[in-house]
């Protein structure tokens, strides 16, 4: 049987890249087959070397909410290319970008503009630390923010797929420093900040978790945070990298109506290029150099053609308003879901927030990482290999989430429930 091209690229690739790929999901270990080798994209659409063309679900991992090669932005990038690009310098789209992410969220006062969520988290805790003259952080089990060494502790989405608690590499002394609480359970709050409270730079959290799958928080919970963070003076952070422009313009922050002192943002941001974005309280944010004593570089920061896209893709957001639409569509995608499943008798919990959403292969409700952890990953994977036989294809991992954007179209949906109606037979 013939190798598919494919199959002849990743082997190739492998002689040069670790692993084959450059961030380990892509390498479709945790559903047990090869990795795709992407030619183009278009709309609501990628299609391989093969010429295979897939539905996706995946999106960039939620970058592309208006599609693939929206040509507002690749418009936006061509022009900006013939001027250079990167000039190592301060450019006009840089300003411009900031003005617009501070226009949607009111909580952010000053910001700093990077290359990626990892950076944008790492720089973020220093920041915090810098600030409060403390050391130890609190995160959540199962969420992840990038993988800077304090933050790379019980983490989500690739390392949860890849069965790594930690990672290699992170000295003990370091990692002693993040304290582990459970995602939604604000008891497990109160348990470390009375034996730590003083000790505690940051407590940094996704607001709606998504690195464990789509984890929604119950209510009162960011609210508690916010309230303890008052209380022991630590600085609340939001990483709203995934949720950010994703479930409205202001984020989980403007749906929940909570304000953090910290925000890191990237994916829609950068149109689909890279970008990260951490910024907040103008108090806070002084303490950066040139202003104060917390150093934090880069040569690509503020990129001009990375800004003119992320202009592009956010005025496309603001102007058009696409979000009641889009979330109406992935509703009625998730509805189709749980009727298909319902009707075969398959356990499945699904989790949605706007156009966010994760199956999880589970009988019970699924609220933290504990519980995420307790899904058939194996049926998952039986699942995932069908969908995308059927040309949808899903995150290959039962702890990634699926988005929506608004280039998926009423026969896209179909098509995708066709094939789950398929699965259960």
Known sequence: MALSLSKKKYTKACRSIVGGVNSPVRAFTAVGTEPLVIEKA????????????????????????LGHARSVITKS????????????????????????????????????LVNSGTEATMSTVRLARGYTGRNKIIKFEGCYHGHSDSLLVKAGSGVATFSVPG?????????????????NDIETVRLLVKKYGKDIACIIVEPIAANMGVIPPK?????????????????LIFDEVISGFRVALGGAQKL???????????KIVGGGLPVGVFGGKREIMEYLTPLGPVYQAGTLSGNP???????????????????SKLNKRTCELIAGFREVFQRANIDVQINQIGSMFTVFFSKDTVTDYVTASQSDTLKYAVFFKHMLKSGVLLPPSQ???????????????????EAVEAFTR
């Open 167 to 183: 990672t290699a590499g992170v000295p003990a002394s370091i990692a002693a420093e993040t304290l582990i609480a459970s995602y």
């Open 219 to 235: 209510k009162g919970f960011l609210q508690e945070l916010r309230n303890i963070a008052d209380q022991i003076k630590a600085v």
């Open 305 to 323: 053609v990375v800004a003119s896209a992320g202009v592009a893709v956010l005025k496309y957001l603001i102007q058009n308003k696409p979000y």
């Open 42 to 65: 278009k709309g609501a659409y990628l299609y391989d070397v093969d010429s295979n063309r897939y539905i996706d679900y995946i999106t960039s991992w939620g970058a592309l909410i």
């Open 256 to 266: 929940y109506n909570i304000k953090p002192d910290l925000t890191m943002l990237g």
């Open 77 to 112: 990038i061509n022009k900006a290319t013939v001027n250079g690009t990167s000039y190592g310098l301060s450019s006009e789209p840089e300003y411009e970008l900031a003005e617009l992410i501070k226009k949607a969220f009111p909580s952010i006062e000053l910001l700093r």
């Open 399 to 417: 702890f990634e989430t699926a988005f929506l954007s608004i280039a998926h179209a009423d026969h896209d949906i179909q098509k995708t429930l």
